[in-house]
Antibody, heavy 122, light 107 residues
């Protein structure tokens, strides 16, 4: 059974860096048929794509967040990670890791993690 | 522009048919996917590639697309279909786009 699981601190102080890891089980993150990504959802609001990465390291970022975001992959651990720097209260959200398709199906997200709430507060 | 537009809220009587739409320039080139999100839960893929359903999704969910608009139709809406629905797609720059979401109320 395919599963994605987010892990990381639930509370981050303003101006610090948010760091999350997603562990994929039930398959290989080195699949040539998928990208891996992060999407977030502020409380009571809609979904916002953050970034995606291919197992080879090819990355794509939301332009509005690009200056603060780094996505990386560790194929040996079947994991990928997100770092978001200089966080503010506006970055408080549920962060989801997810599996995307490729090429024309790149937008399609067929598996999601359960999500992890990250609160930015002092 | 790289945006997807959805109506914020739609309602349907139990057992009736409802259509939820998603509009955006990217849909002229790329298919939409649709997600159902119940309160406190992660989104779940319900439709992709215009009218394909993942395993386990009831066949009352169907999709269509024309020009810059994609649609999700629920034929014979059930109480458990009450949820938020999001469309998404990609654009030519490999950005992932989400619509703002539609809150579906089943009356």
């Amino acid at each position: 059974q395919l599963q994605l699981q987010e892990s990381g601190p639930g509370l981050v102080k303003p101006s610090e860096t948010l760091s999350l890891t997603c562990t994929f089980s039930g398959g290989s993150i080195s699949s040539t048929s998928h990208y891996w990504g992060w999407t977030r959802q502020p409380p009571g609001k809609g979904l916002e794509w953050i970034a995606t990465i291919y197992y080879s390291g090819n990355t794509y970022y939301n332009a509005s967040l690009k200056s603060r975001v780094t996505i990386s992959v560790d194929t040996s651990k079947n994991q990928f990670s997100l770092k978001l720097s200089s966080v503010t209260a506006a970055d408080t959200a549920v962060y989801y890791c997810a599996r995307h398709g490729v090429r024309g199906d790149y937008g399609k997200i067929d598996h999601w993690g359960q999500g992890t709430l990250v609160t930015v507060s002092s | 522009s790289s945006e997807l537009t959805q109506d914020p809220a739609v309602s349907v009587a139990l057992g009736q048919t409802v259509r939820i739409t998603c509009q955006g320039d990217s849909l002229r080139s790329y298919y939409a996917s649709w997600y159902q999100q119940r309160p406190g839960q992660a989104p779940v893929l319900v439709l992709y590639d215009k009218n394909n359903r993942p395993s386990g999704i009831p066949d009352r969910f169907s999709g269509s697309s024309s020009g810059d608009t994609a649609s999700l139709t629920i034929t014979g809406a059930q109480a458990e279909d009450e949820a938020d629905y999001y469309c998404n797609s990609r654009d030519s720059s490999a950005n992932v786009l989400f619509g703002g979401g539609t809150k579906l109320t089943v009356l």
